[in-house]
């Protein structure tokens, strides 16, 4: 007799395993919709929080759900729904012919709950657990921000020239190489020159005869006598102090400085070595002579740049300039630096494109008096343009969709609705709204993905439930 044929081993494993990913499927998906739960029967809101799921029946057999604002009188029905497929609602345990999910039992609910449109109902402790939180819509001042780079470039209307004032022979040089920084009355070089050495025997023969004139006035018994300085006296005496003044603003004119006019006021001696001092601080951009050079009034000796106000070149597209004008705001910031940003405002925009780049050199002047801005350096810009005051919102609060922008807003007593928005121009944090919200209004910044999806099951639901009501009739 012929034994009946014994199923394969491996088919056997497979059957018993599909078995039990469907029972720990069914239990996971039964956790989760008692976390978010699902569909309210009279009205198109999910509670969610750990009530029952009180969804619409698409079997004929089941009773009509009590249309909202009536009181039922009867008790809860019990009802199973697959986790995957919410449309498959049955009123006997099973299977969701879809899919082969275990159906999860479920309690319609017997309590009508105001209709809220296809929005979605969340209780304060289970917001807290999606971490929910809202901000309003609100004016404020917003521009398009414009991104973009900048490179470092001298400012030429700071750009000087240290010339020989005197002729003579520079017997020492103090400036070593390019791109040393000089602060003002810093010696530069060491000068032998006969005019310098006249002028000083000049101010020094005035300063003695000044000391012949006012001998008279120090003497012991000047104040006694009672008797005064003569009239030709006092006479020679303001000459004199006006003659060391012109001596004085010569000395000063070749920049030997007040340092050289103290010392000769103290020791009466002149120096035939002289240290010629730098007018001004500054960054050594040229040096054009040498120790044992001889130089004349005129010759340029050194070229200093002042870095306290840099210009930041930036290039701009043709299409970009419609936002742009002379006077926005603009943000730079060095590249991988913890050095902080540096504002500025828009000064030039010449109107001639570069042929080579096809772009506009747009330029900032920026505040350097730190000399955090090396001269050719690359910077980060952020130009605001086109600044106005418009309605915003926290960008993460818009969800971009096939369907266009959607926001969750926030309609009170924890209900939210999917509303759709227009969008206008961005920055990092906000976003503007032109159209869909209202000053005030309060949207989900964040969970709103969570919440958009309970509502798109909340209106499938409710339409099988009004289609259920009808089939009824």
Not at 176 to 192: K, R, T
Not at 295 to 302: E, R, V
Not at 341 to 346: C, D, F, N, Q, V
Request: with cysteine; hydrophobic share 40%; proline share 6%.
């Amino acid at each position: 007799m012929a034994q009946p044929r014994k199923k394969p081993y491996p088919e056997l494993l497979d059957a018993e395993a599909l078995k039990h990913a469907k029972r720990w499927f069914g239990i996971i998906a039964a956790a989760i919709l008692a976390i978010i739960g699902l569909p309210n029967n009279d009205h198109a809101a999910i509670q969610l929080g750990g009530n029952a799921y009180a969804a619409p029946v698409a079997s004929s057999n089941l009773d009509s759900i009590a249309p909202p604002g009536k009181n039922s009188a009867k008790p809860a029905k019990k009802l199973w729904v697959c986790p995957m497929h919410p449309d498959v609602i049955q009123d006997h345990p099973g299977s969701c012919p879809i899919c082969g999910m275990d159906l999860v039992e479920t309690e319609q609910q017997g309590t009508p709950q105001p209709a809220h449109g296809h929005s979605v109902l969340i209780d304060t402790a289970t917001q807290q657990k999606l971490g929910v939180r809202l901000a309003t819509a609100k004016m404020q001042i917003l521009s398009q921000d414009i991104h973009a780079y900048g490179n470092v470039a001298l400012d030429e209307s700071r750009v000087f020239n240290i010339s020989a004032k005197t002729e003579g022979v520079i017997k020492k040089l103090r400036i070593n190489s390019v791109g040393q920084q000089v602060h003002a009355g810093q010696v530069l070089y060491e000068i032998y020159s006969p005019e310098l050495l006249k002028s000083q025997n000049e101010y020094i023969d005035l300063l003695k005869e000044k000391d012949i004139l006012v001998a008279p006035m120090e003497a012991e018994d000047a104040h006694t006598n009672g008797k005064g300085m003569p009239e030709d006296d006092m006479a020679d005496l303001r000459t004199n102090a006006d003659k060391r003044v012109l001596v004085r603003d010569k000395l000063l004119y070749f920049d030997a400085g007040n340092e050289l006019i103290d010392e000769l006021a103290r020791t009466y001696r002149s120096k035939n070595v002289v240290e010629i001092r730098a007018p001004q601080s500054g960054f050594v951009t040229k040096i054009e002579v040498h120790e044992g050079s001889t130089i004349k009034p005129m010759d340029n000796l050194f070229s200093f740049a002042n870095l306290s106000q840099v210009w930041v070149d930036v290039p701009l597209y043709p299409d970009q300039l419609v936002w742009v004008k002379e006077g926005d705001e603009a943000i730079v910031k060095l590249p991988l630096s913890n050095a902080p940003e540096i504002k500025a405002r828009l000064q030039l925009i010449p109107p001639m494109v570069d042929n080579a780049t096809r772009t506009i050199q747009a330029r900032l002047s920026v505040n350097n008096a730190r000399n955090l801005l090396p001269i050719g350096a690359f910077l980060d810009v952020v130009i605001h343009a086109n600044p106005h005051k418009t309605l915003t919102i926290p960008r993460s609060a818009v969800m971009r969709t096939g369907k266009g922008d959607m926001v969750m807003l926030a309609e009170g007593n924890g209900h939210f609705m999917p509303v759709k928005v227009e969008t206008g121009i961005e920055t990092t944090d906000s976003i503007e709204i032109t159209a869909g919200l209202r000053t005030g209004d309060q949207v989900a910044v964040n969970g709103q993905f969570l919440l958009d999806a309970a509502a798109s099951m909340s209106d499938a639901a409710q339409r099988l439930h009004n289609g259920h009501d009808e089939g009824d009739h």
